[in-house]
């Protein structure tokens, strides 16, 4: 039986956010995304963002109490970066379907997917974009999101890694 610190626990973690980010992405190409868009979609969405930035949270107090912080930072991030990705990909499915028109082409799962993940990575190969003023602004959001994901998520984990490496020195 592996120790608290022993090789099977290190794995233990990375591996787990694997697993949920794999059943993630399982889900999001089986779950019924229909139509319509509506308000009820954008609370969703509210509530989808509110859940990501509460395991976001969550994740960055685990880095500061893990004894081997890197490791549950990249397990924190492995689990982190696909739900942003998935959420936003879930909206753009339902409102292409919802409102066609909204973006240049309609967008299948894989579609909203990459585009989700263009839009992410920042490349905008421009091949998908949106059309309407209510995916102009999902697209914003995601922007906003993604930048927040990046520039504090990603700042505040490295400092979680350092303030446990720290502390696991000590």
């Known amino acids: 039986m592996a120790t608290s610190t022993g090789p099977g626990r290190r794995i ?32 969703e969405l509210v509530a989808g963002l509110i859940l990501v930035a509460a395991i976001v949270v969550g994740e960055i ?6 004894p081997r912080p890197r490791l549950r930072a990249a397990g924190a991030l492995v689990l982190t970066l696909p739900m942003l990705v998935v959420l936003f990909a879930a909206a753009y499915v ?7 028109g909204s ?3 309609p967008l299948t799962r894989v579609g ?17 974009a949106a059309r309407t003023d209510p995916a102009r602004i999902l697209v914003m959001v995601q922007m906003l999101a993604d930048l927040t ?8 984990i490295f400092e979680a890694v350092r303030i446990g490496e720290g502390r696991n020195d000590s």
């Open 12 to 43: 233990w973690g990375p591996l787990w956010a694997l697993i949920v980010s794999t059943a993630l992405v399982v889900w999001y190409f089986h779950a019924p995304l229909s139509p319509p868009w509506s308000v009820v979609r954008v609370v």
């Open 61 to 66: 107090v685990a880095v500061l109490r893990s």
């Open 94 to 100: 339902i409102m292409s379907a919802g409102r066609p």
């Open 103 to 105: 973006f240049s082409e």
């Open 112 to 128: 909203a997917l990459y585009f989700s993940m263009t839009i992410f990575s920042t490349v905008g190969f421009g091949d998908i």
């Open 149 to 156: 994901y990046v520039g504090l998520f990603v700042r505040a």
